[in-house]
């Protein structure tokens, strides 16, 4: 089992910057990919960004391509999400989740992963 906790969602203004934390408790994320995902009301939850389980092949939607960095540190288990340039349509509940896999391959479907956190609320002021 892998207990997720993310932290450092808030209110922002278009344009700024915030960076998401996702740490792993129980077993060690470092055997583990991490993805990204959102829900924003109404909506479908979507990928984001993930990493394998050594954060050499990291993977983006094409919404946040460029302005999102998704990174890793195994020794501190946790999960970085850094966001530049938000956008209004950024505004979301953002969720981690794992995966235990060794996988190169990042996956983007929200039923491949077995551990959700609870997520943090993103908000982008325009």
């Known amino acids: 089992q892998v207990q997720l906790v993310e932290s450092g969602g808030e209110l922002v203004q278009a344009g700024g910057s915030l960076k998401l934390s996702c740490t792993g408790s129980?077993?060690?994320?470092?055997?583990?990919?991490v993805g990204w995902f959102r829900q924003a009301p109404g909506k479908d939850r979507e990928f984001v960004a993930g990493?394998?389980?050594?954060?050499?092949?990291?993977y983006y939607a094409n919404s946040v391509k460029g302005r999102f960095t998704i990174s890793r540190d195994n020794l501190k288990n946790t999960v970085y999400l850094e966001m530049n340039g938000l956008k209004p349509e950024d505004t979301a509940v953002y969720y981690c989740?794992?995966?235990?896999?060794?996988?190169?391959?990042?996956?983007?479907?929200?039923?491949?992963?077995?551990?959700w956190g609870q997520g943090t609320q993103v908000t982008v002021a325009s």
């Open positions: 990493t394998n389980w050594n954060g050499v092949r990291p």
């Open positions: 989740a794992a995966e235990a896999s060794l996988r190169a391959v990042v996956r983007t479907t929200p039923t491949d992963y077995d551990y």
């Open positions: 129980g077993r060690t994320l470092s055997i583990h990919a």
